[in-house]
């Protein structure tokens, strides 16, 4: 059953030995995509190049530093959460201010959560390798259903219409949030370059913001041409907050649309920054 199983210590898996081939792979077909240090950086501000812009800080709230966040979103006062790895998947619902858990859904020790979207009253909750997507009642966190989703879970945002789905490939993939059939594809590129490793998602006003796995970067993709409008470097916000290749990436992305506000996190973070994009 869902929810009863209690968390152990983190474990290591094949998941520390599989993304790290995915990245040495990543590595070894986009050279120009990465630096020395190890740091992805999609789009260099050269002329003629894709607009990059760094978002100012309003404020930072407090985070988890133990939660692997890889699904966020903002819902009538709340934060909602997935936190992944295997051992330790969650859903949890937070309280911003002071990060208290308000509520909570612990899954089975053999699933890694993933990607998290709200759909009116339903949260879809994406698995990484299991191909589940669980749907979740978000006021009671009660389960509802489930949906088979052909390979893996990444990130996942709705645009009023379709569930968004994204698997650490440069191809976003579009579900009925009714049935989960499949409605389409949309292949995100910079420049003529495909973007890969694109994983947590959020729709912000008519487009989508992504995070790019092991990197300081948030694409944001025109959802009618698939291509990045801007990036928005967060360099500076990952230095803030520890950032390093191991586990403690850029990956949280949460929007309000009523008050306009956006706010930043990563996995095992402390800190959930609320910043302003200056958009043009």
């Known amino acids: 059953m869902l929810g009863m199983h209690i968390l152990h210590g983190v474990r290591l898996t094949r998941l520390d030995v599989c993304r790290a081939l995915m990245g040495a792979l990543a590595i070894a077909l986009y050279p120009g995509l990465f ?22 800080i309003v ?6 530093s133990a939660s692997f966040v890889q699904g966020f979103l903002f819902h009538q006062g709340r934060f909602y959460e997935s936190r992944g790895r295997y051992g330790e998947s969650e859903l949890r619902v937070l309280d911003p201010a002071s990060a208290e858990v308000l509520q909570l859904v612990e ?31 978000v006021n009671t ?5 489930e949906y088979l989703l052909f390979g893996e879970g990444w990130g996942a945002a709705y645009d009023g219409e379709r569930i968004i789905i994204s698997d650490g490939s440069h191809v976003l993939k579009y579900y009925s949030p009714d049935n989960f059939a499949p409605q389409g594809e949309l292949a995100v590129f910079d420049q003529g370059e495909p973007v890969i490793l694109l994983n947590e998602l959020e729709w912000v006003d008519g487009m989508l913001l992504a995070n790019v796995w092991m ?3 948030i694409a944001v993709i025109d959802p ?14 990952c230095a803030r ?17 009523d008050a306009g506000r956006l706010w930043l996190t990563g996995k095992r973070w402390d800190v959930v920054f609320e910043v302003e994009v200056a958009w043009e």
């Open 224 to 237: 009618e041409s698939g291509q990045v409008a801007l990036w928005l470097d967060c360099s500076w916000l």
């Open 107 to 137: 899954l089975p020790d053999e699933i890694f959560a993933e990607g998290l979207v709200l759909v009116d009253d339903m949260l879809f909750q994406l698995t990484w390798k299991e191909n589940r997507v669980y749907v979740w009642d």
């Open 35 to 56: 630096m020395a240090a190890g740091w992805v950086e999609p789009a260099q501000a050269q002329a003629g190049g894709t607009p990059r812009v760094q978002p100012r």
């Open 241 to 257: 907050a520890g950032w390093h290749p191991d586990g403690k990436d850029l990956n949280g992305i949460a929007y309000d649309a």
């Open 59 to 64: 404020a930072a709230l407090p985070h988890d």
């Open 141 to 145: 966190l009660e389960p509802i259903r």
């Open 215 to 217: 990197s300081s970067d």
